[in-house]
């Protein structure tokens, strides 16, 4: 038997303790946001038929906009704002599930490392027992203090148990648990379910399911992430060239250069950017920019560039693989670009989704010889390495 079930995950706090100056929840890891990670285990799981992410208010839209980035599944996804106090945050994830959900599982939005084992293991138990929390047994010795910081005892440890998440519930219970205590401030769901009678069964989680809350877990959880992963590299080669034309704006690296002359082509003629588009494509073995943006269609007519080395971006994420690093080099007598490669580097990063110091851009000239030396037009080389990613998360 099985039960329609949902994952609440609550990422409405701030995180203060990481000394960011934006959410945890949206700090890299391994190059994805760690909230991306932690949708994912999710999405991938057959037992769960909705999730949803709790965010803080004024950060809905930016959420939005950052799965659409990523591609995640938003037609099992939805978000909605969280409150003040995590178990508000849960609340407000309650509130938005529909009648035929009928196992919760509330798992941490800034726990990037839960394993499939861990989810099934969860709903599992919630399946057959009506509630129960991923938890690993206490391994340290305890000590309790006063307020001077001397040591007053020393716990027995034999029955303890570090809390984890998921925390998985049927519905109805974590409803009721609500109802009785929802005003009274608690730590997990598991606190709120003892506080109204309801047994709740611990369920093995794992070292590596870390909470990531200060420097050192981002640290400790990129370790784990990158221990056992051997990432599969591609190498790719693009080039381009178009001539000057008269009447036309010079965009290089979505960039417009003042000059007297623009580039002639179908779309803006970014040849700079058309080049990194063919590199990437080369790498990923997906043809060339004219297979996948014509000039034949009048939907590319005068596009932007960058548009569709956005979209070269996502063909790349598709098929599990990312920017390592590019080097690209301008060849042309005119105009003089040095001033200008800074911008075009911090623009192709955040299109590309890399730091700008992976990308190199040079520019050359060729003594005068040859169409470039003529200053008949401007011609591109890149040289992409893409890397496959961790995008699951440790099994």
């Given at each position: 038997?099985?039960?329609?079930?949902?994952?609440?995950?609550?990422?409405?706090?701030?995180?203060?303790?990481?000394?960011?100056?934006h959410p945890k929840q949206y700090h890299?890891?391994?190059?994805?946001?760690?909230?991306?990670?932690?949708?994912?285990?999710?999405?991938?799981?057959?037992?769960?038929?909705?999730?949803?992410?709790?965010?803080?208010?004024?950060?809905?839209?930016?959420?939005?906009?950052?799965?659409?980035?990523?591609?995640?599944?938003?037609?099992?996804?939805?978000?909605?704002?969280?409150?003040?106090?995590?178990?508000?945050?849960?609340?407000?994830?309650?509130?938005?599930?529909?009648?035929?959900?009928?196992?919760?599982?509330?798992?941490?939005?800034?726990?990037?490392?839960?394993?499939?084992?861990?989810?099934?293991?969860?709903y599992l138990a919630a399946l057959h027992?009506?509630?129960?929390?991923?938890?690993?047994?206490?391994?340290?010795?305890?000590?309790?203090?006063?307020?001077?910081?001397?040591?007053?005892?020393?716990?027995?440890?034999?029955?303890?148990?570090?809390?984890?998440?998921?925390?998985?519930?049927?519905?109805e219970l974590l409803e009721k648990a609500?109802?009785?205590?929802?005003?009274?401030?608690?730590?997990?769901?598991?606190?709120?379910?003892?506080?109204?009678?309801?047994?709740?069964?611990?369920?093995?989680?794992?070292?590596?399911?870390?909470?990531?809350?200060?420097?050192?877990?981002?640290?400790?959880?990129?370790?784990?992430?990158?221990?056992?992963?051997?990432?599969?590299?591609?190498?790719?080669?693009?080039?381009?060239?178009?001539?000057?034309?008269?009447?036309?704006?010079?965009?290089?690296?979505?960039?417009?250069?003042?000059?007297?002359?623009?580039?002639?082509?179908?779309?803006?003629?970014?040849?700079?950017?058309?080049?990194?588009?063919?590199?990437?494509?080369?790498?990923?073995?997906?043809?060339?920019?004219?297979?996948?943006?014509?000039?034949?269609?009048?939907?590319?007519?005068?596009?932007?560039?960058?548009?569709?080395?956005?979209?070269?971006?996502?063909?790349?994420?598709?098929?599990?693989?990312?920017?390592?690093?590019?080097?690209?080099?301008?060849?042309?007598?005119?105009?003089?670009?040095?001033?200008?490669?800074?911008?075009?580097?911090?623009?192709?990063?955040?299109?590309?989704?890399?730091?700008?110091?992976?990308?190199?851009?040079?520019?050359?000239?060729?003594?005068?010889?040859?169409?470039?030396?003529?200053?008949?037009?401007?011609?591109?080389?890149?040289?992409?390495?893409?890397?496959?990613?961790?995008?699951?998360?440790?099994?």
């Amino acid at each position: 038997m099985t039960l329609s079930a949902a994952a609440i995950i609550p990422a409405a706090g701030f995180g203060t303790r990481m000394h960011l100056d934006h959410p945890k929840q949206y700090h890299l890891l391994v190059g994805l946001p760690i909230i991306v990670h932690t949708v994912r285990a999710f999405i991938n799981n057959s037992y769960i038929n909705r999730i949803i992410v709790v965010v803080p208010a004024d950060w809905l839209e930016q959420t939005k906009t950052l799965f659409d980035r990523y591609q995640i599944n938003v037609a099992k996804l939805a978000i909605v704002a969280g409150g003040r106090r995590r178990q508000d945050s849960v609340q407000a994830g309650l509130k938005a599930l529909d009648d035929e959900t009928a196992i919760v599982l509330v798992h941490d939005g800034a726990r990037p490392l839960v394993s499939r084992e861990i989810i099934d293991r969860c709903y599992l138990a919630a399946l057959h027992h009506g509630a129960g929390i991923a938890a690993v047994p206490v391994k340290d010795t305890l000590k309790r203090g006063d307020d001077t910081g001397k040591v007053t005892a020393t716990i027995d440890r034999t029955s303890l148990w570090q809390a984890q998440t998921p925390q998985a519930v049927r519905k109805e219970l974590l409803e009721k648990a609500y109802l009785q205590n929802g005003d009274a401030d608690v730590t997990d769901e598991s606190s709120l379910l003892e506080k109204a009678g309801i047994p709740v069964s611990l369920v093995e989680g794992a070292e590596t399911n870390i909470k990531i809350t200060r420097p050192e877990d981002l640290l400790l959880a990129e370790k784990i992430l990158r221990q056992d992963f051997m990432p599969q590299l591609r190498i790719g080669h693009g080039y381009d060239a178009h001539r000057f034309a008269e009447n036309r704006k010079l965009v290089l690296g979505g960039i417009t250069v003042p000059h007297s002359h623009g580039l002639a082509g179908h779309s803006d003629a970014d040849v700079l950017t058309h080049a990194l588009c063919d590199a990437i494509l080369g790498a990923l073995g997906l043809g060339d920019i004219g297979k996948h943006f014509p000039d034949s269609d009048e939907r590319f007519a005068g596009i932007y560039s960058i548009t569709l080395l956005e979209q070269v971006i996502i063909l790349a994420g598709e098929q599990g693989y990312s920017i390592s690093n590019a080097d690209i080099t301008l060849v042309c007598q005119a105009p003089r670009l040095a001033a200008y490669l800074d911008e075009m580097r911090e623009l192709l990063g955040r299109t590309c989704n890399i730091d700008p110091s992976a990308l190199n851009i040079k520019a050359t000239t060729t003594e005068k010889m040859g169409f470039t030396g003529r200053q008949e037009g401007i011609s591109c080389h890149a040289v992409v390495l893409l890397q496959s990613s961790p995008n699951e998360v440790i099994k």
